[in-house]
């Protein structure tokens, strides 16, 4: 299984993004669906899940990023919005997959990919 993220760039403060996931490879089923990201010297932190249509949001993030799925294309997207300096950082898509009916779900990470907020 592999989740290949894109979609990171160089944004002005205030801008917008849309980061893109998608999952490939032997799946059954995915579970929960999310982002997490990680700035120098700190500690990866989640941005944001979505599980059965239920989300997440990390207080810092809401009201501003919106995750959504489309399960027909094991996919999941993170539209920023409203960014911010304190933004920057890496994003990291993470999903919890079957690959079986009798195993349970398994952890996977995406690449990563680098987004840039300059104030």
């Known amino acids: 299984v592999q989740l290949q993220a894109s979609g990171g760039g160089l944004v002005q403060a205030g801008g917008s993004l849309r980061l893109s996931c998608a999952a490939s490879g032997n799946i059954f089923s995915i579970m929960m669906m999310g982002w997490f990201r990680q700035s120098p010297g700190k500690q990866r932190e989640l941005v944001a899940s979505i599980t059965s249509g239920v989300t997440n949001y990390a207080d810092s993030v809401k009201g501003r990023f919106t995750i959504s799925r489309d399960n027909t294309k094991n996919a999941v997207y993170l539209q920023l919005n409203s960014l911010k300096a304190e933004d920057t950082a890496v994003y990291y898509c993470?999903?919890?997959?079957?690959?079986?009916?009798?195993?349970?779900?398994?952890?996977?990470w995406g690449q990563g990919t680098l987004v840039t907020v300059s104030s």
């Open positions: 993470n999903a919890n997959i079957k690959t079986s009916f009798s195993f349970p779900p398994l952890n996977y």
